[in-house]
């Protein structure tokens, strides 16, 4: 039970990061207000985000990982077809 709580708060945490799906409302407002300056920050943050992910979080809770893969994979997949949806309905 514990396992399952560190990973499902690291892996919000990072999400964050990522364009995930349900967490990440803030970067289309980044993108569309910020500066060139911000667009290297936004860049960079979506790497670490994934990194961190890899990074920290497979290898502390393989067994959790491995559990909550369909949960992540589908959030991927949402998120694919999310932003093509979104960039079908720009002018």
């Known amino acids: 039970m514990m396992k399952r709580l560190i990973f499902i708060l690291l892996l919000f945490g990072f999400s964050i990061r990522m364009p995930l799906f349900p967490f990440h409302g803030w970067l289309p407002l980044l993108a569309e207000h ?3 300056a911000s667009a290297a920050i936004f860049l960079a943050g979506l790497k670490l985000g994934l990194y961190a992910v890899i ?3 497979l290898p502390m809770l393989p067994g959790t990982a491995e559990d909550w893969g369909d949960f992540v994979i589908a959030l991927g997949v949402i998120s694919v077809f999310y932003g093509a949806l979104l960039a ?4």
């Open 34 to 36: 910020g500066t060139v």
């Open 55 to 57: 990074r920290f979080v």
């Open 88 to 91: 079908l309905m720009q002018n």
